[in-house]
């Protein structure tokens, strides 16, 4: 059964930075990251496929935030710059496996069937 554990978060001042990663017990076919504020719905924020090498991003983090991989340790990293007190939410890391070639990830919530635990983001004005 497929795991996912996060790591990093925290609390930053606004146009400050962090860091979260996402280390999966077994091979995923995407995986990446989606956010939750209170009162607000799940929304996807950072997505990539292991085999591709295109990542999908929200338009609302276009530019301040980098997804990357580590292949071979199963890890997915997420650097958050620029950060804004609207990007203040529970980041969690999620992912799964398919059978055929998948290069580009979505953020479709249904589609993802493993769940990390969540990491808190706060930034403070």
């Known amino acids: 059964e497929l795991h996912l554990v996060e790591s990093g978060g925290g609390s930053v001042q606004a146009g400050g930075s962090a860091t979260l990663s996402c280390t999966a017990s077994g091979p995923t076919k995407c995986i990446g990251w989606f956010r939750q504020a209170p009162g607000k719905e799940r929304e996807g924020v950072a997505m990539?496929?292991?085999?591709?090498?295109?990542?999908t991003y929200a338009d609302s983090v276009k530019g301040r935030f980098t997804i990357s991989r580590d292949n071979a340790n199963n890890t997915v990293y997420l650097q958050l710059h620029s950060l804004q007190p609207d990007d203040t939410a529970m980041y969690y890391c999620a992912g799964y496996w398919r059978f055929g070639s998948i290069t580009v990830c979505g953020f479709r919530i249904v589609d993802y069937d493993v769940w990390g635990q969540g990491s808190q983001v706060t930034v403070s004005s």
């Open positions: 990539m496929a292991t085999a591709g090498d295109r990542p």
